[in-house]
C-alpha cells in the first residue's frame, strides 16, 4: 500500500482480509494510518459481490463519504446482499431487492 500510495493514490482499500477464521473485512490506508473493519464470515459465496462492493464503494464515496465509511457501507450492503441471496441461486448475488439500504 505504501508504494501505491507514493504514486499519488489517495486511498488503497483492499478486501477479503483476514486474521481469524469467523471475520472477513476491508483495510483502508490513506498514507497515514491504516483502518480495518470486519464482519461475520459467511459461509457461502455468490458470483458478482466484487462488482457490487465496487459500486456501492463507488456511489457512496463520490457522494461524500470518506474512503472508511464507504468501505464500511459497500461491506455490510454486499454482506447483506449475499444474505437476501436463495443457495440454489447460484449464478449471481441478489441485491436488486435490498437496494433501499443505499438511501438509509
Not at 471475520?23 to 464470515?41: M, N, P, Q, R, T
Not at 441471496?85 to 449464478?91: D, K
Amino acid at each position: 500500500a505504501a508504494e501505491t500510495i507514493a504514486l499519488g493514490v489517495k486511498n488503497v482499500i483492499i478486501t477479503g482480509v483476514s486474521f481469524e477464521p469467523t471475520k472477513l473485512g476491508i483495510c483502508v490506508c490513506d498514507g497515514k494510518s491504516i483502518i480495518y473493519h470486519f464482519e461475520d464470515k459467511l459461509e457461502m459465496s455468490c458470483h458478482g459481490t466484487g462488482d457490487v462492493y465496487a459500486s456501492v464503494f463507488t456511489g457512496k464515496l463520490i457522494s461524500g463519504m470518506s474512503a472508511l465509511e464507504s468501505g464500511k457501507a459497500a461491506a455490510v450492503f454486499t454482506r447483506n446482499a449475499m444474505l437476501n441471496t436463495p443457495a440454489e441461486h447460484n449464478y449471481g448475488v441478489n441485491f436488486e431487492s435490498i437496494l433501499g439500504e443505499l438511501t438509509l
